[in-house]
């Protein structure tokens, strides 16, 4: 069975930091990328972040850029996005997503596998 497994997320102050995780199971994480991407109240969906299946290449959106970092442990089969600098505008639900291909798809279609996603809540 499938699962990318979302953690890491609560609530935080603007200026704080955060670490998301997300755990693979069922597939074989190292032959993919791997993605975050993120809906705000009210906002359509946005591609965050994305790193190549051997942690070589990184892409991320304009406005996270400079304060959000993305890795992978292949070892543990797991992603992480660690969040600094965190800005009201960050607050959303994040999801991760796994896909052979690199692609910036804000659709869950695009995606061979989806997670469930976790909030962030970024607000004194």
């Known amino acids: 069975q499938v699962q990318l497994v979302e953690s890491g997320g609560g609530l935080v102050q603007p200026g704080g930091s955060l670490r998301l995780s997300c755990a693979a199971s069922?597939?074989?994480?190292?032959?993919?990328?791997m993605y975050w991407v993120r809906q705000a109240p009210g906002k359509e969906r946005e591609f965050v972040a994305r790193?190549?299946?051997?942690?070589?290449?990184?892409d991320y959106v304009d406005s996270v850029k400079g304060r959000f970092t993305l890795s992978r442990d292949n070892a543990k089969n797991t992603v992480y996005l660690q969040m600094d600098s965190l800005k009201p505008e960050d607050t959303a639900v994040y999801y991760c997503?796994?896909?052979?291909?690199?692609?910036?798809?804000?659709?869950?279609?695009?995606?061979?596998?989806w997670g469930q996603g976790t909030q962030v809540t970024v607000s004194s």
């Open positions: 069922g597939f074989y994480f190292s032959g993919y990328w």
């Open positions: 790193i190549s299946w051997n942690g070589n290449s990184t």
């Open positions: 997503a796994a896909s052979k291909l690199a692609r910036r798809s804000t659709r869950p279609q695009s995606y061979n596998y």
